[in-house]
């Protein structure tokens, strides 16, 4: 199998400019539509020895509802940051962390349930300390998988940590987001 490496860049703090982009230049994720290689627009780096390049953003968007502060939960892959030499394998693209953002976002949006619940009136406070735990576990998650299945390249790595990511998206399914979460 052709060597490969892959680079995953999460953003973390809000951006109006992400948000004022367009569906040409942002996929949320969706189990309908999942991740195809044309959603990397970005020119690929012929000098740079990354296969791909992602963008994902797990992206936490305050609001208030009925007056109490609370947050809407987006996860985008970021097209025209995102870039691949290889065009042409699944299996490459299904090594993509895409799920893996789907999955922290339900995390988060069950973690801003659980404050909104036991809270009456939370503040930022209460929530930014469950959104920074998050991140973290978020970002360990995917050093962790990239570690085990060595970006990939171990096959019978990479199915256990896809039905693992799978089985706990299912677990978790009643957090699962929109397309319109993006809007």
Known sequence: MKLFAIAFFIFFITSNDLLS?????????????????NDFRDDADTSSYLTTLSFIRLHPVPRRVGGVLSYKVMIYFVKYGSRTKDTTSDYLLSHEHFDIGELYARKLRRAILDVSTAIKEPTALDFTNVINRLYKEFAAFQTEFDDE??????????????NRIYAELEQLKKYSGDVSDCD
């Open 21 to 37: 982009q367009d569906s040409d230049s942002l996929k949320c994720w969706s189990s309908k539509n999942k991740l195809k290689w």
């Open 149 to 162: 299945t060595f970006h990939g390249l171990i096959e019978q790595s990479q199915r256990e940590w896809a």
